[in-house]
């Protein structure tokens, strides 16, 4: 019987975006779309195959906690942002490798770190938790007596309020994803709700605000709004599981999903509840949005829907012409991404990507789409749109707006420029 030919490819947009429907359903099967007919073998030459040499010799034995794979090394977080040379400690970070991740979950070892002043080293039986100010009855928790009250688990981003800030630059940043944008990442959370805290603390009717305070030697703080705090704020004990990691704020911590950063107060040892908001260092020197005719927009707490293509990326560079998938990130401080569309060729033409479930509010959600790069020059673009409304602004469209004094809160469609020769850097379209 004669072969059935396959099935032409359709395409969805301009410069090679496919129909993700006509590839998954094509006759001839997805390795020959993607070139890999090559890959095939007869039966005799199948029978010559090398047998290696882990599968002649017993394995390692069991560890005490797992590690990635010796070949995997390169997964890594970085660029360390080293304090002033001055100081053996201080305000630094650390990126997560978005480019080498998959789904939507950041491992814990992978997670994005930012401090002001160095990783204090807490004892837990010796932490405690205060509650007091505009309280009826202040409280004061241990570790012990914080997990024995109901817990709730849910999915959340947190992104750092400064990522993506060199985009504000007049000239397009050096950089891969991780550089650009790893200042974002996204995990499971689990610990008790605020809500119920402070209502066994009694909230007087005056509180409209709370102060949120780490045990850090920084004593990083932030004010949020009471509103907000007794929405969906939570005290997180455990991160994917396990305790959470002294870098991102054992024991304990405040989870603020959907708002910046360092909202999300790590090391959380006290919180007071206030008519207002209490004017902190890290809320009136930084973190706060510089607008273009000069005012600042001091109280911009969420973050608007976002989204970055992950593969390809600078630092991943094409080898051939041929099939591929594109696939990235995207998300919305202001509830859940209904819609991300792609672009091959600079945003003149865009088709909607796969969404990857479980779609969720205030989570990273991962979209994918197929493209047959024909070897030729092309800019891949990824916009986001959320179930507000809200679509993710172009870059000029947000310069445009603020101009390029701001350092925070830059969501902006990047732009990934492939060169013939499969090179991928970060450009302005």
Known sequence: MAKKPPQELTLAAGNGLVDRRSFLGRAGGVASALGLATLGMSSAQAEQLKVQDWTKTPGLGFTPYGQPSKYENGVARGPIIEPNAMYKTGPGSIRSPLQF????????????????????????????LLIHGLVKRPQVFTLEALSRYPMTSRISFVECAGNSGALYAKTAAE???????GLLSCAEWTGVSLALILDEA???????????????????????PLAKALDDVMIALYQNGERIRPSNGYPMRLLVPGFQGNMNVKWLHRIKLTEGPTMTRDETSRYSLL????KVAQFKFPLDAKSVITRPSPGLTM??????????????????????????????????????????????????IPWKW?????????RAVDDTGYVQPTRDALVAERGLNPAYHNNAITNWSIAADGVIKHAYA
Do not use: C
């Open 319 to 368: 080898k051939a012409p041929g099939l591929y998938e594109i696939s990235g990130l995207a998300w919305s401080g202001n509830g859940t991404i209904t819609r991300v569309d792609v672009s091959a060729d600079g945003g003149k033409t865009f088709a909607p990507a796969a969404l990857s479930g479980p779609v969720l509010p205030k989570a990273v959600t991962r979209f994918r």
């Open 374 to 382: 024909d070897g030729g020059p092309a800019m891949l673009q990824a």
């Open 175 to 181: 950089g891969t994803a991780q550089t650009l944008h």
């Open 202 to 224: 009694g909230i007087h009717p005056k509180a409209k605000w709370l102060l949120a305070e780490g045990a850090d030697p920084a004593s990083m703080s932030r004010s949020v």
């Open 291 to 294: 607008l273009k005719d000069g």
């Open 101 to 128: 991740l998959e789904g939507m979950i950041t491992p814990n070892g992978l997670h994005f770190e930012r401090s002001h002043n160095g990783i204090p080293d807490i004892n837990p039986d010796e932490h405690r």
